[in-house]
């Protein structure tokens, strides 16, 4: 190594069958009064009113926001942020998918270092005071939110998603139960464990890889391939979503600190103009990206392909990673992720902001990460390719 590396991940994580009940205990070593954001559906299924149960054993008073609803935006997190301070609360829970986990590490900065979440866009305003604490609890093995320094909030004013990234917007405490994950529907769990593979797989492949976020990337692959089939026939066996949600956290702190590359550059402003779900609009271009980024990024690639297979060592590299392409092909195409086109996004509708997603994704910053970097034509070529690609025999050059 030439140069040192950074790693961040949360003070506490834990992780594993009944982890939730751990929720009360943590939070009475860092507040006394907790807002849980949430969303109806955590409600619904009571994980609300468990969550409140155990810190209730704590003697914790307690204030729910449940506004979350589908992708996180700036409005969700000035609505809870002001009922944070109404309340005089001191510690933040967060519980459900990503969108709550994101929706809380903005509250949590901006609770202690004030200012709009899109000042903190591209470090323009760095938070540099300490963030309320935050407890992350996913419910989907996926995002890998609960483990990561980055937050993705959309301004309602002009449909951008802002990519965040700063040490402060990482939770203070992970706890991480695959009981959570057994509520999730197909449809869930297919997108959530692409979308987790996704993070894994460029993570390894980006320029910022280490040797860290390297061993990580490399077993959430190996978990996340050998049990997303299982637990999407099979949405009780509890062994496979124990797997998946290892996998999903290990991929979630690989990314966190190797970063995403060109899949989620261009997910991003799909995601902010027809409000895809973050885990699926990933998931819709995962494949063709591989195609476009393969020739630059083939032994890494060919490692990928190793571990979908047992009988994968005589294999070329060549071959290897082609196969790894294939696979996650296959994949995509098994847990029945749809294309663009399928999912209902009317081409016309679709063409008329081209150009503005692919503006969008350069400026993420994350295309300057994968192995390939794309320029604006490539991109916009891309977007196009994914509207109605086929998960089978599709080629990009």
């Known amino acids: 190594m030439?140069?040192?590396?950074?790693?961040?991940?949360?003070?506490?994580?834990?992780?594993?069958?009944?982890?939730?009940?751990?929720?009360?205990?943590?939070?009475?070593l860092r507040g006394k009064k907790a807002l849980i954001v949430s969303d109806k559906i955590m409600v619904s299924l009571g994980y609300v009113e468990t969550c409140i149960d155990y810190l209730r054993k704590e003697n914790i008073q307690i204030e729910t926001y449940t506004g979350v609803n589908s992708e996180p935006t700036d409005q969700y997190v000035e609505e809870a942020l002001s009922l944070f301070k109404e309340k005089n609360c001191d510690v933040i829970i967060s519980l459900g998918g990503g969108s709550c986990i994101d929706t809380a590490k903005a509250i949590a900065v901006l609770a202690t270092n004030g200012g709009y979440i899109g000042d903190y866009m591209g470090v323009a305003k760095y938070a540099g005071n300490s963030p309320v604490p935050h407890i992350a609890i996913p419910t989907t093995a996926g995002t890998g939110s609960e483990v990561t320094d980055a937050t993705i909030i959309t301004n309602v004013s002009n449909d951008e998603k802002m990519m965040i990234k700063q040490p402060a917007f990482m939770p203070a405490v992970a706890i991480v139960d695959p009981l959570l994950s057994m509520s999730s529907p197909k449809k869930v769990t297919a997108a959530t464990g692409i979308d987790a593979l996704s993070h894994a797989v460029e993570a390894y492949l980006s320029k910022k890889a280490q040797p860290m976020t390297d061993i990580l990337a490399l077993s959430a692959i190996k978990l996340i391939v050998?049990?997303?089939?299982?637990?999407?026939?099979?949405?009780?066996?509890l062994e496979a979503r124990e797997a998946m949600s290892i996998g999903s956290m290990y991929a979630g702190m690989a990314f966190s600190n190797a970063s995403v590359c060109l899949v989620h550059g261009m997910s991003r402003p799909i995601g902010a103009m027809f409000h895809v779900p973050h885990g699926e609009s990933n998931a819709m271009l995962f494949p063709a990206v591989l195609e476009f980024s393969k020739d630059k990024c083939k032994?890494?690639?060919?490692?990928?392909?190793?571990?979908?297979?047992?009988?994968?060592?005589?294999?070329?590299?060549?071959?290897?990673?082609?196969?790894?392409?294939?696979?996650?092909?296959?994949?995509?195409?098994h847990l029945n992720i749809p294309n663009l086109k399928d999912w209902g996004i009317k081409q016309d509708d679709f063409e008329n902001v081209i150009e503005k997603m692919a503006t969008d994704a350069l400026k993420s910053g994350s295309p300057n990460n994968n192995p390939r970097i794309p320029n604006q034509q490539e991109i916009e070529e891309l977007y196009r390719i994914c509207y109605d690609y086929q998960f089978s025999g599709s080629t990009v050059s």
């Open 226 to 237: 050998s049990n997303i089939k299982t637990v999407y026939k099979n949405p009780d066996d």
């Open 299 to 333: 032994e890494r690639l060919a490692t990928i392909g190793k571990l979908f297979t047992t009988h994968a060592d005589k294999m070329e590299i060549h071959e290897a990673s082609n196969f790894a392409v294939e696979q996650i092909k296959n994949l995509c195409m």
């Open 2 to 28: 030439d140069k040192y590396e950074v790693f961040r991940s949360p003070q506490v994580t834990i992780y594993g069958r009944e982890a939730f009940n751990q929720v009360g205990k943590e939070t009475s």
